[in-house]
């Protein structure tokens, strides 16, 4: 494997794919704001007690601020599904290849990778070196297959949670409501998951490899980043021709 360290940028990203990332990120910050100014119970709630009385005196009541959170919602998964549907075999198939963790194999290598990612920031484990990573290393690829999987979750579950009382009567069949409730505690449950990854996405993009930050702005990611981070990629971009 090459040692010198090429100069110069590579276009990773393309705009289409740049837009639908920040589309992605702005609406999972509205949608969180007011999810947690739905719950305001004294049993349940999720954020201080003033966050959920400001964001429903805002909106002029309870049942507007969750109108408005399903309206997002819909639009959210809607603009997303769509995007997946128009661009499945230019973006999401080779995005799924790269990311999807699948098998048990494939999760420990993850896993070790991500291990001594971590303790390597703690100033841990200096003796052993992160093994070579693809376009996506362990830990990405571990967060990604998550939040896929829990943001699937979190859309169903979402639209179960808005249609189910205008379309079902409870009365009739208590099934209904057993569904409500699971479809609530695996919503709210996915959420807090994705956002506990997403700290650390946020963490690693901006304080440790602001590169890949810069990646999701201009869609450039330099070359000697890529072959120190990412070798086995940059080898593959070799072997294409790219570099």
């Given at each position: 494997?090459?040692?010198?360290?090429?100069?110069?940028?590579?276009?990773?990203r393309?705009?289409?794919?740049?837009f639908?990332h920040?589309?992605n990120?702005?609406?999972?910050?509205?949608?969180?704001?007011?999810?947690?100014?739905?719950i305001?119970?004294?049993?349940v709630r999720?954020v201080?007690?003033?966050?959920?009385?400001?964001?429903?005196?805002?909106?002029?009541?309870?049942?507007?601020?969750?109108?408005?959170?399903?309206?997002g919602?819909?639009?959210w998964?809607g603009v997303?599904?769509?995007?997946?549907?128009?661009n499945?075999?230019?973006?999401?198939l080779p995005f799924?290849?790269?990311?999807?963790?699948l098998?048990p194999k494939?999760?420990?290598a993850?896993?070790?990778?991500m291990?001594?990612t971590?303790?390597?920031?703690?100033g841990?484990?200096?003796?052993l070196?992160?093994?070579?990573q693809?376009?996506?290393n362990?830990?990405?690829?571990l967060?990604?297959?998550?939040?896929?999987?829990?943001?699937?979750?979190?859309?169903?579950?979402?639209?179960y949670?808005?249609?189910?009382?205008?379309?079902?009567?409870?009365?009739t069949?208590?099934?209904?409501g057993?569904l409500?409730?699971?479809a609530?505690?695996?919503?709210?449950?996915?959420?807090?998951?994705?956002?506990?990854?997403?700290?650390?996405?946020?963490?690693?993009?901006?304080?440790?490899e602001?590169?890949s930050?810069?990646?999701?702005?201009?869609g450039?990611?330099?070359i000697?980043?890529?072959?120190?981070?990412?070798?086995l990629w940059?080898?593959?971009?070799?072997?294409?021709?790219?570099?």
């Open positions: 494997m090459s040692t010198t360290k090429p100069q110069g940028t590579i276009k990773v393309t705009r289409d794919v740049i639908i920040w589309f990120a702005f609406f999972w910050l509205v949608l969180v704001l007011t999810g947690f100014g739905i305001s119970g004294d049993f999720l201080p007690a003033f966050w959920p009385t400001f964001m429903q005196n805002l909106l002029g009541g309870n049942v507007n601020l969750a109108l408005l959170h399903a309206i919602g819909i639009a998964a997303i599904g769509v995007y997946a549907v128009l499945f075999k230019r973006v999401v799924l290849k790269n990311v999807l963790v098998t494939a999760a420990i993850d896993l070790i990778s291990t001594i971590l303790a390597h920031l703690f841990l484990l200096k003796n070196k992160v093994p070579p693809g376009r996506y362990g830990a990405q690829r967060l990604g297959t998550m939040i896929i999987a829990s943001s699937l979750a979190i859309a169903s579950t979402g639209l949670l808005f249609l189910a009382p205008k379309l079902l009567t409870f009365s069949l208590a099934l209904y057993e409500f409730r699971w609530l505690v695996i919503h709210v449950s996915a959420v807090l998951l994705v956002l506990l990854g997403l700290v650390a996405h946020i963490y690693f993009a901006v304080v440790e602001p590169e930050l810069e990646t999701m702005k201009s450039n990611a330099e000697a980043f890529i072959q120190h981070h990412n070798p940059y080898e593959s971009l070799k072997k294409e021709g790219k570099v």
